[in-house]
């Protein structure tokens, strides 16, 4: 057999031994994923009550914002951060205020604000290491 009869044997392998490779390596981020939202699903909920204690307020008023964040048996943690959010025209949500709150309590948010609308509101919890993320029913607040 002569040289040049093999280089193309040497290239047909050559390309196997790649394209055999390239299935085990898409293959193993599959598999990691499963791990992960395996471990989603053991996220502790939590439940958000919140809404204005005003629903109308003047300009520079402050907007106050009151409710409990329940976890159910998932058991203290450190303070959990809390969002108040607005709802763009664009719909995406930003945040406006954030307050500490120890899992199973009662939260106060407020801001204070110097233009006129209607702001549609919520109150969001990101994902912690034990929590899964949530958020509140949207209300509306009024800025005269």
């Not at 392998?13 to 299935?23: D, F, V």
């Not at 664009?90 to 307050?99: D, R």
Request: hydrophobic share 45%; with cysteine.
């Amino acid at each position: 057999m002569t040289t040049s009869m093999r280089r193309p044997a040497r290239w047909a392998g050559l390309a196997l031994s790649l394209a055999l490779s390239g299935l085990c390596l898409t293959a193993v981020p599959a598999q990691a994923a499963v791990p992960a939202a395996h471990q989603a699903a053991k996220k502790k909920p939590v439940h958000i009550k919140a809404g204005p204690v005003k629903s109308r307020v003047h300009k520079g008023e402050q907007i106050r914002i009151h409710g409990h964040v329940a976890t159910g048996p998932a058991g203290r943690a450190d303070d959990e951060i809390l969002y108040l959010q607005e709802e763009t025209q664009a719909g995406v949500w930003v945040n406006l205020a954030s307050a500490s709150c120890l899992p199973d309590n009662d939260f106060d948010l407020g801001l204070r604000l110097n233009v006129s609308g209607t702001l549609t509101l919520r109150v969001f919890h990101p994902e912690t290491t034990l929590f899964a993320t949530a958020t509140s029913e949207v209300f509306a607040v009024v800025v005269l």
